[in-house]
């Protein structure tokens, strides 16, 4: 590269989106942006695809704007193109005095449609050390091998998933969810858009969600099921466009435009008018209301879930179980803590599968579904590795509850993921009856760790009492300062940190007291107020028609590019 040259002139090249490297699907919608480093001149800008002019490739003529909002630089916006053909596509953009040049890939989906349906299982930063924990709390281990194997273990294709975003290494659920549901790489924060560099965060150049594609071109029904908010990143990513993650008055507003069948989780708190006590909304727009208006059938208990369900005339159903998210399912049916007093009616994840399957499956031209169990992030943040673990059960539990609705069809497409990983890892256990005065003295490694003594689990792969006297030693790699306690925090979800009258987040003195509390000094920046997501590969497993695409190393977007070649969704 010629540096010397490029200094004099004193410009960058122009910036393009799509960005190279990608992977487009033909016949998906995007929007292509330019942008210059500087004012130019509308003349002697030249954009060519495959060396014809961009018009002629994608028949329109995109916006040139002179002088971009908060930048003052021009840029080439063109919405809603797409490119039928597939093939390798040559992207230049000059504005006379550089040029830049990037290529895309635009692939097909050549073979005939292998699945009716896809459900995504996504375990929001769920990693391989809760999964590993899941199996010995609810499966059980001797003599080295397990005693049952988890319904996502077995599974014949596996995958590891790189998780990385356009912008950093580390992901974040936006830009992760993003990749899974667009096909498209994006950056933190960000849905359904390549972050741009203008701050309105609801101009930045758009890619199809699967959820667009489906309805738009197969007539399909698409379910989006959470325990968190339904307004928060992972649910988002099925539907939304923004640059900003918590543009949550928004993100409610694409789920309502986007026609989406059933919506399930917490976060109603979104969806009243600022009016209503309790609202979070900046207007006076009523959506639950509005998706009434549209024909939902609407729940906020578990048992309104299940008669709406059972209901052959519902085809669309608005599930509100909460203001904000839904409790962990230790507090829920176990412990009655976190706020499971004021919200005794909340129903499971498994079984929101299954009313959310009852609708979907009413509607003829198949269904996509997306599950989260979102709740193992929060809690893994938290420190709280036993509320993420029994949550990680859980999920197994919706995906036993979806492997068993599909085994008698064969036309399901399941698949099982993360969005990114977090960082814990299982050390050994915890052996109160060793000796020693402190906490970390019974710690038990290598030959010492011997078994936990966990009992053996319930009816629903839950053990019963997580409090036993030799327990798992797991513990986070990242973290602010904290008190470890050794052990499950029986009377809520663990606070780790608290902010101090200095701005800084320092060890919440709450859990000073607790027998054998130690202090550990955090590593992370002063302003962290809890463990971060890591940038390790997460697995992917899956089974069923168009399954065998999952293998080896893939790239997050691969991700949507297995469940479209299922559905022939490029034809
Ligand atoms: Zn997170």
């Known amino acids: 590269m010629c540096c010397a040259l490029s200094l004099v002139t004193a410009g960058e ?29 509308p003349e002697k800008v030249r954009v060519t695809i495959n060396g014809a002019e961009y018009s002629q490739a994608l028949g329109k003529t995109a916006t040139f704007v002179e002088k971009e909002k908060g930048v003052d630089k021009s840029a ?28 895309w890939e635009v692939y097909g989906t050549p073979g005939p449609r292998q699945a009716r349906n896809v459900i995504l299982f996504v375990g929001d930063g769920f990693s391989v050390a809760h999964r590993t924990a899941a199996r010995i709390l609810s499966k059980g281990i001797s003599e080295g091998k397990y005693n049952g194997m988890l319904a996502m ?3 014949p294709h596996m995958a590891l998933v790189g998780t990385s975003g356009v912008d950093s290494v580390i992901t974040d659920s936006a830009n992760s969810m993003s990749a899974y549901t667009t096909g498209h790489k994006s950056s933190v924060n960000a849905l359904g858009v390549y972050a741009d560099r203008t701050p309105d965060t609801l101009d930045d150049p758009k890619v199809e969600t699967i959820t667009s ?13 959470t325990n968190t908010e339904v307004e928060d990143a992972t649910p988002a990513g099925m539907v939304a466009h923004t640059r900003r993650r918590s543009d949550y008055d928004v993100i409610v507003e694409q789920f309502y435009q986007s026609g989406v069948d059933v919506l399930m989780g917490g976060g109603s708190a979104s969806f009243l008018p600022k009016s209503v006590p309790g609202s979070r909304r900046k207007d006076d727009q009523d959506f639950i209301a509005k998706f009434r208006q549209a024909g939902y ?25 909460h203001p904000g998210n839904l409790d962990t399912v230790l507090d829920r049916k176990f412990l009655k803590k976190g706020t499971v007093e004021q919200f005794p009616n909340q129903p499971d994840l498994v079984d ?5 399957l009852s609708v979907l499956s009413r509607n003829p031209n198949g269904f996509v579904l997306m599950v989260e169990s979102g709740l193992i992030d929060k809690q893994a943040h938290n420190l709280d590795w036993e509320r993420a673990v029994m949550d990680t059960i859980m999920l197994d539990n919706a995906v036993a509850a979806a492997k068993a609705w599909a085994a008698p069809r064969n036309d399901t497409l399941i698949l099982v993921t993360a969005d990114h990983s977090h960082g814990l890892a299982i050390v050994g256990t915890v052996d109160d009856a060793a000796k020693g005065e402190l906490m970390r003295d019974k710690i038990g490694v290598y030959a010492d760790a011997g078994y936990p003594n966990y009992p053996q689990a319930n009816a629903e792969g839950y053990p019963e009492n997580l409090e036993v006297s030799r327990r798992l030693a797991v513990f986070f790699n990242n973290f602010p ?20 009258p200095e701005k800084v987040y320092v060890a919440n003195e709450k859990y000073k007291s607790a027998p054998g509390a130690m202090l550990r000094t955090g590593i992370l920046p002063r302003d962290a107020s809890q463990g971060v997501h890591t940038g390790e ?24 590019r297995v469940m479209v070649e299922a559905l022939a969704a490029g034809n």
Not at 481 to 500: I, N, W
């Open 13 to 41: 090249a122009a910036t393009i989106y799509p960005i190279h490297r990608a992977t487009i699907l033909a016949g998906s919608l995007f929007d292509l942006k330019v942008e210059f480093d500087g004012v130019v001149q």
């Open 481 to 500: 300062d904290y008190y470890e306690t050794f052990r499950p925090k029986l009377d809520g979800p663990f606070v780790p940190a608290v902010q101090s």
């Open 213 to 225: 594609l489906v309805k738009r071109k197969l007539r399909m029904a698409v379910g989006v099921v």
């Open 153 to 155: 273990d077995e599974m």
């Open 352 to 356: 929101e599968v299954k009313a959310a």
């Open 76 to 103: 080439l916006i063109l919405r809603d193109v797409s490119i039928s053909t597939p093939g390798v596509y040559i992207v230049t953009a000059s504005d006379g005095v550089t040029t830049n040049t990037i290529s």
């Open 537 to 560: 590969d997460v697995i992917l497993t899956a089974t069923g028609p168009g399954s065998e695409r999952v293998m080896g190393f893939m790239n997050n977007t691969d991700v949507f």
């Open 297 to 321: 059938s609407l729940a906020t208990t578990d048992k309104e879930m299940r008669e709406a369900a059972a209901d052959p005339a519902t085809q669309k159903l608005l599930g509100l179980f």
